[in-house]
Nanobody, 124 residues
Framework: QVQLVESGGGLVQAGGSLRLSCAAS????????MGWFRQAPGKEREFVAG????????YYADSVKGRFTISRDNAKNTVYLQMNSLKPEDTAVYYC?????????????????WGQGTQVTVSS
């Protein structure tokens, strides 16, 4: 079992930055691929970024490529999402998720564990 708790959301102006953190409990955190998703009101949950269990492979949605960076610290059982050059369209609830897999996963149904989400609001 892995339990996930996100933090770091908030209100920021367009062009600003935020760093989200996702703290995991459980001894097996390091074996899980991790991902960040987001969901805006009235929209489906969408993939934002993913990282392999070792941190050696990262992948991003086209909409955030070059602006967001996912990373992890397995010693601290934490995964991060650094968000720069934020835009109003990045406004959403952001979720971290864990998947017991070694392959790239970008669909919500492939993830086994989810956090409760943290709100990110970008004002124009």
């Amino acid at each position: 079992q892995v339990q996930l708790v996100e933090s770091g959301g908030g209100l920021v102006q367009a062009g600003g930055s935020l760093r989200l953190s996702c703290a995991a409990s459980g001894r097996t955190f390091s074996r899980y691929a991790m991902g960040w998703f987001r969901q805006a009101p009235g929209k489906e949950r969408e993939f934002v970024a993913g990282i392999s269990w070792s941190g050696g492979s990262t992948y991003y949605a086209d909409s955030v490529k070059g602006r967001f960076t996912i990373s992890r610290d397995n010693a601290k059982n934490t995964v991060y999402l650094q968000m720069n050059s934020l835009k109003p369209e990045d406004t959403a609830v952001y979720y971290c998720a864990g998947a017991d897999t070694i392959v790239r996963v970008t669909t919500p149904g492939r993830y086994d564990y989810w956090g409760q989400g943290t709100q990110v609001t970008v004002s124009s």
